[in-house]
Nanobody
């Protein structure tokens, strides 16, 4: 069993900043890619940013230059620094962890989500 817990959401005015954090714990032999996704009302969940265990990152075009993803492999945590936030960034943000339990079993796990609201 793996638990993924996010924190750090909230309300901010346009142009402001927020930092999201996520911690994975439980039956983890190896923590592979971690990522942040978001879902706005009436829309599908979309990728925001991902980071591999080696530190390679990938961002949605809409957040490039404004958001930064980082991870601490020793603590099994990932963060998302969000700067110059826009109203269209308003969504529930979800953390995802790609976990290897052993050489035979792996899985992807989601957190419960944290709300980010950006007012204009």
């Amino acid at each position: 069993q793996v638990q993924v817990v996010e924190s750090g959401g909230g309300w901010v005015q346009a142009g402001g900043s927020l930092r999201l954090s996520c911690a994975a714990s439980g039956s983890i032999s190896r923590l592979n890619a971690m990522g942040w996704y978001r879902q706005a009302p009436g829309k599908q969940r979309e990728l925001v940013a991902t980071i591999t265990s080696g530190g390679n990152t990938n961002y949605a075009d809409s957040v490039k230059g404004r958001f930064t993803i980082a991870r601490d492999n020793a603590k099994n945590t990932v963060s998302l620094q969000m700067n110059n936030l826009k109203p269209e960034d308003t969504a529930v943000y979800y953390c995802n962890a790609d976990v290897s339990h052993n050489i035979f079993q792996s899985g992807r796990y989601w957190g419960q989500g944290t709300q980010v609201t950006v007012s204009s």
